[in-house]
């Protein structure tokens, strides 16, 4: 039996009570020939307003917090930095998460039993961004963890280089992205480089501090190429709310819905009358629901079906502020956020076999804004599905037509989602997908007619970060 997380303010004893919790876990279910963390139990409060029912949620004392995190053993500050994660994601999505938190020694060897299942091989980096200093936490597989400090990081160093990075990348013309993204490939990945080379991983996993929970880690740069060149990468909220069991995806059958046209006084997306059916109808076996079809009470009419992948080619917002502030469209309502559990629920997409994945392609996040970061990194939470793939920022209706496109392509025959992901970005990068001749070209030979308002655009080249990097793998990345 599970013992349940202390949700508490973060004061002197919270070391003693993390300490306390292990989480060597037996996890039951068909999912998976994987032992892993098996995702924390999730109640959801009777109210979000802080009514009778709503719980009182702790604050985190951050001062404290970064005192205790700096005099604790690596394997200590794991398990801080989990509880932090469960606490703040927790607070911010008005979810109790129960359970126990992750130890590196359960990390280390859930990495290594993915690593036989999949033939991809997996390093979990804690990103801790403290006042002082950049702390960053690597786990490899049958490796305890290893800890490296960078003086010259300290929190408002860092934070502003990602809002440069931020900024700048979202620029489809210039290439001013690059200082930023060398200075914080240098501060995050390149003091593990040697490490990861012996280790030959292939796959890094990032679970970031507030404020570095939205920058494009696709984009990071060496000097000589971008980490995507390198590594399949994804980021969690923790290891402990992920649901890290891997089941092949190729078997499930895709819902996609969609809006092309402008409702609410929102963008129309014209390429998402070319995306929908061609995923669904094309690509993957489903079914498809276009403008008027795409309801929350058609979503609702199709629960007795079980679709691995629920793919939303429609706008959404992560907006500052409380959670019923970010939303899902649908064609005649917003889904809030704070609303998103309750239909997961509903339609039982947590059940066995669970959804596997649940897409957002053109979706955009507030930058610099811990609430809205918060509400990004945990969708596959809030959602309780096990994978979310969405995009940092409003790439462009052809860019995402062409992502979407190329990634379900790949999906059929990729061993885990990251590289699914990877192997589209890269395709874009290196300008093999590209908008040319009222075609989105996908390769020399298989190519996607574009509708009339779309081809008169004229020809786009994709390479720029702008239009591949935005899109981000939350969760389980496998």
Known sequence: ???????????????????????????????????????????????????????????????????????????????????????????????????????????????????????????LIYVVSLKD????????????????????????????????????????????YLPPAKQLYQWIVAPF?????????????????????????????????????????????????????YLPITNSQILAMGISK??????????????????????????????????IE???????????????????EFKPGKISNSYIQFWNTKLRLDQLRKLSQELQWNAAPKVEMLVLSACRTALGDEQAELGFAGLAVQAGVKTALGSLWYVSDQGSLALMTKFYEQLKSAPIKTEALRQAQLAMLKGQVRIEGGQLRLSEVNRVPLPPELARMGDIILSHPYFWSAFTIIGNWN
């Open 1 to 123: 039996m599970k013992r349940f997380r202390l949700f508490i303010t973060l004061f002197v004893s919270v070391l003693v009570i993390v300490l306390a919790l292990k989480s060597v876990q037996a996890q039951s279910g068909n999912q998976s020939d994987v032992t892993g963390p098996d995702p924390q139990e999730i109640v959801t409060p009777d109210s979000n307003d802080g009514g009778a029912g709503a719980v009182e949620r702790p604050e985190v004392d951050r001062e404290t917090f970064e005192d205790i995190f700096d005099g604790a053993s690596v394997e200590q500050q794991v398990e801080l930095f989990e509880e932090l994660q469960a606490v703040e994601f927790g607070g911010q999505l008005n979810l109790d998460l129960f359970g126990s938190v992750a130890s590196s020694q359960d990390i280390a060897n859930t990495l290594r039993d993915l690593s036989r299942l999949t033939n991809k091989k997996a390093a």
């Open 133 to 176: 200093k950049l702390e960053l936490l690597l786990i490899v597989p049958n490796n305890p963890p290893i800890r490296q400090v960078i003086p010259a990081a300290n929190r408002r160093v860092v934070q502003k280089a990602a809002q440069e990075f931020r900024t700048s990348i979202t620029n489809r013309i210039l290439t001013n």
């Open 193 to 245: 480089e040697q490490v990861l080379q012996a280790n030959q991983i292939d796959t890094l996993i990032f679970s970031m501090d507030a404020g570095l929970r939205t920058i494009p880690v696709a984009a990071l740069h060496n000097g000589q190429q971008f980490l995507i060149e390198q590594y399949s990468v994804a980021i969690i909220p923790s290891f402990s709310l992920t649901d890290t069991r």
């Open 262 to 295: 402008g409702i609410e006084g929102q963008t129309p997306l014209p390429a998402v009358a070319v995306e929908i059916p061609t995923l669904a109808n094309e690509l993957w076996p489903g079914q498809a629901f276009l403008n008027q079809a795409s309801t």
């Open 298 to 316: 058609n979503l609702k009419s199709l629960s007795r079906q079980h679709f691995g992948i629920i793919h939303l080619a429609t706008h959404a």
